[in-house]
Nanobody
Framework: QVQLVESGGGLVQAGGSLRLSCAAS????????MAWFRQSPGKEREFVAA????????YYGDSVKGRFTISRDDAKNTVYLQMNNLKLDDTAVYYC??????????????????WGKGTLVTVSS
């Protein structure tokens, strides 16, 4: 397991942009595939984006494809989520998650074994 801490959440107007960060502890971050999930009241935790441990592959949920971009900086032990053209439905608590050497093309919250505590993103009209 690796300890994860999200930051960068806040209030943003619809159509605006926000960048989330997830900082990881330890020296093995580069071996972890990383992902972002989100959850709003009354809904199941939803897959948002993921990046392979090598950084060679990225994956996105249909609802954010073309608007969000995931990236990682192994030198800083950090994964990012750049969110553009935000919509009201993007309002949620965003969670960072990881699993060492995970190489699957499908990401579900049950696949992950390390989790941050979340950061709230609120999109206003």
């Amino acid at each position: 397991q690796v300890q994860l801490v999200e930051s960068g959440g806040g209030l943003v107007q619809a159509g605006g942009s926000l960048r989330l960060s997830c900082a990881a502890s330890g020296s093995t971050f580069s071996t972890y595939s990383m992902a972002w999930f989100r959850q709003s009241p009354g809904k199941e935790r939803e897959f948002v984006a993921a990046i392979s441990w090598s950084g060679a592959s990225t994956y996105y949920g249909d609802s954010v494809k073309g608007r969000f971009t995931i990236s990682r900086d192994d030198a800083k032990n950090t994964v990012y989520l750049q969110m553009n053209n935000l919509k009201l439905d993007d309002t949620a608590v965003y969670y960072c998650a990881g699993r060492r050497y995970y190489s699957g093309g499908v990401f579900h919250h049950s696949h992950m074994d390390s989790w941050g505590k979340g950061t709230l993103v609120t999109v206003s009209s």
